[in-house]
């Protein structure tokens, strides 16, 4: 049976949602196909190994004492035995999923510490990740590829402290009132507030460098819908989800998404979008998809306003892998993370390239004198 890495937690404001996510995955992995590695990154920096993590118990005791503290080397997964002074190995890994939500683990770090290791990954590149972590690079990166986003206005920290006032006119000036202000780094809609006002702006803005270096202020959109749409690789071809709608009104907050939403059951709230306007998000969804040359399940998240979609923000590692999207049932989950691991060897054997050399050390003369 094939070894799977399942990697979740991180340090990152979101390492409990992360703990839902990959333990909701490794519940559902086909036992009879892979074997099921949990691997926890703690907010404290290290990384355990448990085959009992598929329990959510151990996350809400925090007792990690019957855990071993691991480490990766060379495609294989290694356990530190303290008392013994040396390293036991655990297994090689034929596959590893990233279920780590924000921070460094979505940001293409762990991307980054899997293709050091030579590790097939069933999720996006170390660049992807990393554009995508930053909601003011999206929007750049989206206005090349012709995908319409919300005019906003973007801020760092510094700059702010020597030029807010100028900041708090442009907002009133261009976008005028009310506004959305953002964390440009965080996912999950953490640290996201509406302003009604200036008074209101001006809060909200340092409460979000509270958060981050990096803000943007975006026009608010009365009387939007918030769309999902998901997209995976399926046999070589992009497989694109239903445009659905999640909640109505206001911002689309973190208790929408996960304390509401992430239970394990499809919410019967939410409503197919139909017509020009679910196309039209589905071509979105597949050409931003196709164009970032993504892997893994990638959830993107559409406002839509006056008929016409702007995307809001592209999840690379989407809650519960954004099964809700294309499953009725959670059963059905298991044959999607399945067609996902699957993808991600074959992928990983196609695209399997030898490392060229120079050869230009066997032409260097070096003498110490």
Request: glycine share 8%.
């Amino acid at each position: 049976m094939q070894s799977v890495a399942v990697l979740f937690g991180g340090k990152s404001c979101e390492n409990e949602i992360s703990v839902l996510t990959g333990v909701f995955v490794l519940n559902l992995l086909d036992r009879e196909k892979y074997t099921p590695l949990p691997v926890y990154l703690h907010t404290d920096g290290n990384t355990y190994y448990s085959e009992q993590m598929t329990n959510l118990d151990i996350f809400k005791k925090g007792d990690f004492s019957r855990t071993q503290r691991v480490f990766f080397e060379n495609g294989r997964l290694y356990a530190f035995l303290p008392k013994k002074n040396r390293v036991k190995e655990i297994a090689k890994i034929d596959v590893a999923l990233n279920c780590c939500h924000g921070g460094w683990g979505e940001g293409g770090g762990m991307a980054a510490l899997m293709e050091r290791n030579g590790i097939p990954f069933a999720s996006p590149d170390i660049a992807s990740s990393a554009v995508f972590m930053d909601k003011s690079l999206t929007k750049t990166v989206m206005r090349g590829l012709g995908v319409p986003t919300v005019d906003c206005i973007r801020a760092n920290e510094k700059d702010y402290e020597k030029r807010g006032a100028f900041l708090l006119k442009s907002i009133a000036a261009r976008l005028k009132y009310p506004v959305v202000v953002k964390p440009a780094h965080l996912g999950s809609s953490i640290g996201i507030a509406l302003a009604q006002n200036e008074e209101e702006a001006k809060r909200a803005i340092e409460n979000a460098f509270a958060l981050d270096d990096r803000v943007i202020i975006e026009k608010y959109l009365k009387d939007k819908r918030d769309v999902n749409c998901a997209a995976y690789l399926r046999n070589g071809e992009i497989c694109v989800s239903e445009a659905e709608e999640a909640y109505g009104a206001g911002i689309y907050s973190f208790e929408d998404k996960y304390v509401n939403r992430e239970t394990g059951v499809k919410s019967s709230g939410r409503r197919a979008v139909s017509g020009e306007l679910r196309e039209k998000i589905r071509a979105y969804t597949k050409t931003v998809y196709k164009r970032m040359n993504l892997k893994g399940i990638v959830r993107m998240d559409f406002l839509v306003h006056e008929d016409k979609a702007y995307l809001c923000e592209v999840n690379t590692v989407p809650g519960s892998l954004a099964y809700y999207l294309f499953c009725e049932r959670i059963c059905e989950a298991r044959t999607l993370f399945s067609e996902l691991i699957d993808e991600a060897l074959e992928t990983a054997s196609a695209n399997g390239k030898q490392i060229p050399t120079t050869g230009i050390l066997k032409t260097v003369k070096w003498s110490r004198k």
